[in-house]
């Protein structure tokens, strides 16, 4: 099965300082990637995606993820964190055993500090 | 407008109750699908729909059921309630590609 790792629990940053949260994947065939977000009580929101093409894809919210084929990962980044960052990320993988369903890694909790 | 819209936001119920939950899009999506998240955080599928196939998570127990009454619909049907169902349960759809999903279902089983 398609399948993702989140390694880090919790990351913690201080405000204006780069961000990275680790994910790698472990796919048959062509991986498709993508990051949500999840604030406390809230749903999942889209950040970004990978399917083909430019190895660094930019997001929403001035969030960016590199595609590194030769390590397996998809690693989420952003050059200059917020406290309003603070949340819970989840990177994912598509499916296509599950009707193109999304498989999520555990979530890594990203804190803030200002 | 909410793309994914879910109701009940919090549903309390005592075990062996049974109890649904609803969930709509209005984004003409073809394919809906219902999570859960544990109190860990961990999000699992559970179902995959689009009006031709469902796809169960074959880890899913049979007490659980989606129904679709048509292709804006995918409602969670949870018969003989325990208390390890207690979970956030997210309804979400997609057009091949992203996942737009509801703000969630808190179910507490006393």
């Known amino acids: 099965a398609q399948s993702v790792a989140q390694p880090e629990d919790q990351v913690n940053v201080a405000e204006g300082n780069p961000l990275t949260v680790k994910c790698t994947y472990s796919?048959?065939?062509?991986?498709?990637l993508f990051w949500y977000v999840q604030y406390p009580n809230r749903g999942l929101q889209f950040l970004l995606k990978y399917i083909t093409g430019d190895n660094l894809v930019k997001g929403s919210y001035g969030f960016e993820a590199e595609f590194n084929k030769s390590q397996t990962s998809f690693h989420l980044k952003k050059p200059s964190a917020l406290v309003s960052d603070s949340a819970l990320y989840f990177c994912?993988?598509?499916?296509?055993?599950?009707?193109?369903?999304?498989?999520f890694g555990k979530g890594t909790s990203l804190l803030v500090t200002p | 407008d909410t793309a994914v819209s879910q109701t009940p936001k919090y549903l309390v119920t005592q075990m062996g109750n049974d109890k649904s939950i609803k969930c709509e899009q209005n984004l003409g999506h073809d394919t809906m699908y219902w999570y859960k998240q544990d109190s860990k955080k961990f999000l699992k599928i559970m179902f995959s729909y689009n009006n031709k196939e469902l796809i169960i998570n074959e880890t899913v127990p049979n007490r659980f059921s989606p129904k679709s009454p048509d292709k804006a619909h995918l409602n969670l049907h949870i018969n003989s309630l325990e208390l390890g169902d207690s979970a956030v349960y997210f309804c979400?759809?997609?057009?091949?590609?992203?996942?737009?999903f509801g703000s969630g279902t808190r179910l507490t089983v006393v």
């Open positions: 796919v048959s065939g062509n991986p498709y």
């Open positions: 994912a993988v598509r499916d296509t055993n599950s009707g193109y369903a999304l498989n």
């Open positions: 979400a759809s997609s057009s091949p590609g992203i996942l737009t």
